[in-house]
């Protein structure tokens, strides 16, 4: 504004005093105040500065009042596909830096292949020269896209003309609308490389956390929290009710980029996720297969399980899932699995388009697909066509999986119980188990538990197998025990009263088959319980006792299941701790089971006695049955 007035004032002064007198009677005040003064001649352009041009409005007309129109250039530029002839016609318009920025902009999107013979080329210098000369006169808007076609042609972050645009564009911050700062950032973020450009990142991200409130749209929201929302937390945060009042109008495809953005910054908000997830189910649209892969792999990064939106992309997901690519099936299953969310029709389905496209499945995809058909200890309808597929194709390529990808495919195999001794035998191997327990390891403990896993399973569901095996020094150290639960630490209070005597029931047991259970009791043929300690147990990694145990005696084991343990909305266990209650039947453990949603309904100790009771019952008359 005080340019203008400097401008307008600065003329006023400069008329003459004739053409006062004639053009107006009567003077302002601000003429009768200022003496009157010939009129001199201009020796050199009058000097304005470049905030008043900081418009997009400003008409094409008062820069360049020669040459055809702007729309008649913009037409001309646009209809041209070879990058030559845009530099042909460039030496005709390159004196405006707004045409010469255009010219740069349809450069860019025609230029597909030796980006850098056109950025070496001389008159693609006098372009950017031209830019460079009058960058404080470039539109808003044509700005933005001559930043982003320079990135596009691989311009050098080191490039002075770069560097030019880039600090015109850090001055202008405070005068570009917050929607374009919301295409900046998805602009500027993915190219920042050097430090100043890390330092107009950051200063644009502290102007839009002062102007956050000026978001209007999903548009400029969606694109603000897709790229800033890794630079700074603050603006996440504030930006949580703007999405809680824009979540009802976002396409599923917004919804999706706003989910990848909270999973890309590992942020599980809950409020943005349950509300993004009840306007996607309670939304009469069907939602297509890459939005619905890309929400799966967000939800299962961010451990984020809703059962309806599970539901609702399983059920979208299953008449489409031949058009999957062999990729995104298994990434898709794999999320499934991580959620332990068990959808029989959608399994049945991966199963069959497996079989169809075996050969297009790479030996990583295929194990990818048959560990999650483990977590949720799925057995496919065709279980032989498909397992005879499966050891078809994996039998000659298992050296080409990495020794996790091993891991995972055998215990899945263990699990699914179609394990044979040569994919234990290949496991079990030195040269494998030492790369996860023979020493310092940077890779998951959950592969040492696995392979201890293999290893029983080796030892008791597989007779015909003959070694190599897991040394017993090295189970000792796998999977430590953690801190009870509230299920866990109120089962043994209740064991404490049903077992008053304390050498009859023992507390956090650790067997030699690296499971872990939360009592062991032995009673004999009339149900009475045995000093535990009394008699040898070989099941017990620390056991000094020599006596044997008496006829007709059996040893039980407590084990509490907890929510985690079952697939979602169900009451069936996921494929591991099937796997764990199968290995403590098969050591010869009578195994009295402690389910979470049995013992919540329990409200007195009276009834948690009484229930624990009934179950050893139930286990005794099973076993006696058999």
């Known amino acids: 504004m005080a340019a203008r007035l400097v401008l307008r004032f600065s003329r006023l002064l400069a008329v003459s005093p004739s053409f006062l007198a004639s053009s107006c009677p009567f003077p302002s005040e601000c003429i009768r105040s200022c003496p009157l003064h010939p009129p001199r001649p201009l020796t050199s352009p009058l000097h304005t500065t470049a905030l008043c041009w900081y418009t997009d409005n400003l008409p094409a007309l008062k820069q360049n009042m020669n040459g055809p129109s702007e729309k008649d250039f913009l037409s001309m530029i646009q209809s041209i596909s070879s990058p030559e002839e845009l530099l042909q016609i460039s030496s005709e318009h390159c004196k405006n830096g707004n045409r010469a920025a255009a010219i740069i902009s349809q450069i860019a999107k025609v230029t597909e292949t030796n980006k850098d013979e056109v950025v070496n080329d001389k008159r693609f210098g006098e372009l950017l020269s031209a830019v460079n000369r009058q960058i404080s006169t470039i539109w808003n808007v044509r700005l933005l896209g001559l930043l982003r076609s320079l990135y596009a042609l691989g311009v050098d972050g080191r490039h002075h003309h770069l560097r030019s645009v880039e600090t015109e564009v850090r001055w202008r911050l405070r005068k570009f609308s917050i929607e374009i700062l919301g295409r900046l950032g998805r602009l500027i973020v993915p190219n920042a490389q050097t430090v ?124 489409k899932v031949a058009e999957l690519s062999s990729r995104e099936m298994a990434g898709c299953m794999r999320s499934f699995s991580t959620l332990r969310f068990f959808s029989l029709p959608l399994c049945e389905a991966v199963a069959q388009a497996c079989l169809e496209r075996s050969s297009s499945l790479t030996p990583s995809q295929l194990s990818s697909i048959i560990l999650s058909f483990a977590h949720l200890n799925f057995m496919p309808s065709q279980q032989e066509e498909f397992f005879s597929m499966v050891v078809q194709r994996l039998s000659t390529e298992l050296e080409s999986l990495t020794p996790p990808m091993l891991v995972d495919l055998v215990w899945a195999l263990c699990v699914l119980q179609l394990v044979t001794p040569p994919y234990l035998q290949k496991v079990l191997e030195p040269q494998i188990y030492n790369q996860f327990m023979g020493g310092p390891s940077n890779k998951p403990s959950n592969y040492s538990l696995k392979l201890s896993q293999i290893n029983v399973t080796a030892q008791l569901e597989c007779p015909e197998y003959r070694g190599p095996f897991l040394p017993r020094g090295l189970l000792t150290s796998v999977a430590p025990g953690s801190s009870l639960s509230p299920l866990q630490n109120d089962v043994r209070n209740v064991l404490r009263n049903v077992f008053p005597d304390k050498d009859t029931c023992d507390f956090s047991v650790k067997t030699v088959y690296c499971h872990h259970i939360d009592a062991e009791f032995v009673l004999d043929s009339d149900n009475n319980p045995l000093a535990l300690r009394t008699f040898v147990d070989p099941n017990v990694l620390h056991s000094n006792a020599t006596k044997p145990r008496p006829e007709g005696a ?30 403590l039947r098969a050591a010869g453990f009578l195994v009295v089971e402690v389910p979470y949603f049995e013992w919540q309904e329990l409200k007195s100790e009276w009834q948690k006695s009484a229930f624990l009771k009934d179950q050893i019952k139930k286990v005794v008359a099973e076993a006696m049955s058999v």
Not at 263 to 291: D, G, M, T
Not at 578 to 583: G, I, K, N, P, S
């Open 196 to 319: 100043e450009q890390k330092a107009l990142v950051q200063d644009l991200a502290k102007s839009v956390e002062l102007r956050w409130t000026e978001v209007k749209d999903t548009k400029t929201l969606v694109n603000l929290i897709y790229s800033l929302s890794q630079v700074s937390k603050t603006l996440l945060e504030r930006m949580e009710d703007k999405v809680l009042e824009y979540a009802e109008l976002f396409t599923p495809e917004e919804s999706r980029t706003i989910t990848m953005a909270l999973a890309a910054q590992k942020c599980r908000s809950l409020p943005i996720l349950r509300a993004l997830s009840f306007h996607l189910v309670h939304r009469n649209k069907e939602l297509c297969p890459s939005v619905i892969v890309d929400l799966m792999y967000a939800y299962a990064k961010l451990n984020f399980s809703q059962h309806e939106v599970l539901q609702k992309m399983a059920a979208d997901l299953l008449p």
């Open 554 to 583: 059996r040893r039980f084991a407590v084990k509490s299941w907890e929510f985690s343990n079952f697939c979602l909305r169900s009451k069936d266990l996921t494929g591991g701790f099937a796997l764990c209650r199968r290995h």
